[in-house]
């Protein structure tokens, strides 16, 4: 099983390498951070002293934060990607850059962080990861602090790939999600399942607490 996962893991991280995902996702960022979108009032919950963002692709939310942030710390499977946020952020001192295996939070010390953050990214990932990573975000969380996982809330074809459903939405419950949170030791403070792209309850939201 293990041989097949990582299979998955890499197809993924492999499928978003492409340059034009990218340029076209800088204009998608309405769904997240406009009025009336159900991500901000949660996001304003979190204490962004010191702040991950996991998938991060080539920084566009991370920018949008820059101004209110403290310490930024980068994560993305894919070396292309951090390499675009290196120049993106380059003389920005506050920001740090880190590659990953796509299930880790490597680098990153036990409770030294107040917040982490995951958008448009964990919706493709295995399962398996999601549970790995939500043991990693329970690790390096402060007691106290938070994480905001957008998340696949996609119950169709389990024994397919993520390629193979709508909008590359990996298998994944909202339900199973706040139970892997749960077992990994947070405590979950906000849920809520929403469409995605005329899709409904395509996709969720979970706001958790070390």
């Not at 034009?20 to 996702?25: K, L, T």
């Not at 952020?89 to 995951?118: E, Y």
């Not at 139970?179 to 899709?199: C, K, N, P, Q, T």
């Amino acid at each position: 099983m293990e041989d097949r996962l990582i299979q998955e893991r890499q197809r993924i991280a492999g499928d978003h390498r492409e340059v034009g995902y990218y340029e076209q996702a800088e204009r998608w960022m309405g769904g997240f951070w406009d009025e009336g979108s159900p991500f901000p009032p949660l996001f304003d919950q979190l204490d962004l002293t010191t702040v991950i963002e996991l998938a991060c692709g080539h920084g566009r939310h991370a920018e949008h934060i820059l101004h209110r942030a403290g310490d930024i710390t980068l994560i993305d499977v894919n070396e292309t990607n951090i390499a675009a946020c290196r120049q993106r952020f380059a003389g920005k001192g506050r920001v740090q850059f880190i590659v990953n295996k796509g299930n880790d939070l490597p680098g990153i010390a036990d409770a030294s962080q107040t917040a982490l953050f995951c958008y448009d990214a964990m919706v493709h990932f295995e399962l398996i990861d999601v549970l790995a990573y939500l043991r990693e975000i329970k690790r390096v969380l402060i007691p106290g602090g938070r994480a905001l996982l957008h998340v696949s809330n996609n119950t169709e074809n389990p024994e397919g790939t993520y390629s193979q459903n709508r909008h590359w939405r990996n298998f994944g419950s909202l339900v199973v999600a706040r139970h892997f949170a749960v077992r990994a030791g947070l405590r979950v403070l906000a849920h809520e399942v929403i469409d995605w792209s005329g899709e409904p309850a395509l996709d969720a939201i979970l706001l958790v607490e070390a």
